[in-house]
Each structure stands twice: as C-alpha cells, then as structure tokens.
C-alpha cells in the first residue's frame, strides 16, 4: 500500500498545451540555429514504413539491416545509415530523441534505445534549475546536453569511453560543450571524490525487453540493484532523480525515500511524449523550479569535488 505522499502521482504529457509554452518559452530564450540538413519527407518515410510491414517479414529482418537514405541540403548528395532492425522504430522518432539529430548526432546501437527523448530530458532540467548536475550514467549525452543547455555546469560519466566520446561529439552539435566535464570511469569508484547539488540517474534498464516485465523490480538495474545505486547517490546529495521504467514498482520506490533519516521528500511524475507513457521520474529530496541566481558551486564554473 502506497503512502499518501505517493498516491498523488502526477501525469506530465510532453504533447499537450502545457508542455508546449514550456518548450516555446524556453526557444525563445535560447533560440537554435537553423539546421543545415534536411531529411527524406514525411511521405518517403511512410512508404519506407509500409515496405517493411509489407514486404519484409521478421525472418527477413533478422538477416538483413535496413538502409535508410538521409538527403543533404544540396541536391544529388546523399548519405547513407545502416539501422539494425532492433533499432529501426527508434530512427524513426529521431527527432524526438535528439531534434537536432539531422546536424550530425551520433549514437551506437545501444544509444538509440536508452537515450531519454529529448522532450522528457528538458523538463528534468528545468526541475533543477540553477544548481549542478552528476549525470552518473550519461551514454551519448542526451539528459547531460539539456542540463548544460540550461546554464547548469555538468559531470557527465560514462564507464563505456566509446559513448563518453559520442556524448562530447552531441554536445558539441548543440553547442554546450564547455558546460560539461565527460568522465570516463566507473561511478561507483567516482561518487565519494563527487559533489553536487542533484544527483541524476537514468541507469539502463536491460533493453527494450524490459517492457515484457509486468512487474519491474529494483533488482533488475543495472549494473547494480537500485537500492546500491540510490545509497551511492546518497554520499554525494540527497537531492537525486530517478528516470525509471513505466512499469516500475511503485511499492519499492516508495522505500527508497526511508534510507534516509528523516525520510526524503519524494515526488513520482509519468513522463508522456505524444500521449505515449515513456517512463517515471522520481524527485528524492527538494526540487524548485523557481531558483533565481546560480547557487555558489557555480560562480567559479566549476563543480565542486572532495
């Protein structure tokens, strides 16, 4: 049985009219450069969509890897992108993982699967406004991106320096480079030498066969169990956030909050990206949208380690 504090859940539906004066108040403060590519048309991709379902079985699929066509800006030039059927309906929200994908975005394979859209990783940021960021599990920098997008300096790591490069290589695209210290290493041995106003984890969730759980467990995170994660996280900041998986259970989530002594404050949000249920949000500790001013840590532009 859920406490009270958890029973009023909150649905934040990136599509609808709130979110949208949101993202529109949030361009006209920091407007973006016009993208120097364009891509096949919507009508193309609808008849790349329908040959697939058509044409091509799933038995087929697994043996060959789909080429898609991405046009330049001057006409005759093409590139090509080879995407793996495991990752093909994903290239196809591209723009809702990364809107400035067409620009020169780079993600590995098991990039385009966990990154958070991007939609869902502005309002994270905008959670936290004002204070530094540990991004603990960063991959190709989509969540690191929006923080340092929001004048927020950021640690961004990342155990893999495959993705730690791919995540420099994004935040380059969007010009956030030099808010951002990329790590490569492993958090766990990181975390005490770490300090921060919030820590954010976003840990892999185990793939896209996640969503066959009825029940998602702590103990299915990875690379360790959610209660290992959550009491790391704690030796730098009370203040954490969680982006969780849709079909978290909510009962153990709830218990994270009395680690700590006195419990931590908890807020639970469902995260939707075109009426689709994307994932949960869960805000340990205080979390004010309306901080005026840079907190210490940041007047140096640095954030500040043990």
Same mark, same amino acid.
């Given at each position: ?25 949030? =361009?006209?403060?920091? *407007?973006? *450069? ?8 919507? &009508?193309?991709?609808? @008849? ?17 890897? @789909?080429?898609? $066509? ?15 059927? %495991? ?17 020169? +975005? ?12 991007? &939609? ?9 406004? /004002? ?16 923080? =340092? ?20 290589? $994004? ?13 490569? /290493?492993?958090?766990?041995?990181? =975390?005490?030498?770490?300090? =921060? ?10 793939? *896209? #066969?996640? @969503?066959? +759980? ?9 690379? @360790?169990?959610?209660? #290992? ?6 030796? +730098?900041?009370? $203040? ?9 259970? %909510? ?8 680690? #700590?002594?006195?419990?931590? &404050?908890?807020?639970?949000?469902? $995260? ?20 005026? /001013?840079?907190?210490?840590?940041? &007047? ?7």
């Amino acid at each position: 049985m859920l406490s009270e504090q958890m029973k009023s859940i909150r649905s934040f539906d990136l599509k609808k009219s709130a979110e949208s004066s949101l993202t529109e108040s949030y =361009a006209a403060r920091r *407007p973006l *450069p016009a993208a120097n590519w364009r891509t096949t048309t919507e &009508e193309d991709e609808e @008849k790349q969509q329908q040959a697939v379902q058509a044409g091509l079985g799933a038995h087929h699929l697994k043996k060959k890897r @789909k080429r898609v $066509n991405l046009k330049r800006g001057r006409v005759g030039e093409r590139q090509e992108v080879t995407v793996s059927p %495991l990752v093909e309906k994903y290239w196809f929200q591209r723009y809702k993982l990364f809107s400035r994908y067409d620009v020169g +975005i780079r993600m590995d394979e098991e990039g385009w699967y966990s990154v958070t859209p991007e &939609e869902i990783a502005i309002r994270h940021a905008e959670k936290c406004r /004002g204070r530094t960021v540990i991004d603990c599990f960063a991959g190709v920098g989509g969540n690191a991106i929006q923080f =340092a997008r929001m004048c927020y300096y950021v640690v961004a790591i990342d155990i893999d320096p495959q993705k730690v490069a791919l995540a420099l290589h $994004n935040a380059k695209i969007y010009g956030v480079e030099d808010c951002i210290d990329f790590i490569s /290493g492993d958090f766990f041995q990181l =975390a005490p030498s770490l300090k =921060a106003d919030i820590v954010y984890i976003s840990p892999p969730w185990g793939g *896209p #066969s996640y @969503k066959n +759980i009825q029940n998602f467990t702590l103990d299915l995170l990875k690379p @360790k169990d959610g209660y #290992s994660l959550f009491q790391v996280a704690q030796v +730098i900041t009370p $203040n954490i956030i969680m982006f969780l998986p849709r079909n978290i259970d %909510l009962n153990q989530v709830e218990e994270l909050s009395w680690l #700590s002594s006195p419990p931590l &404050e908890i807020e639970i949000e469902k $995260n939707y990206v075109d009426g689709n249920f994307k994932g949960i949000t869960v805000y340990f500790g205080r979390f004010e949208s309306d901080v005026s /001013g840079l907190p210490s840590s940041l &007047e140096d532009g640095s954030v500040s380690k043990g």
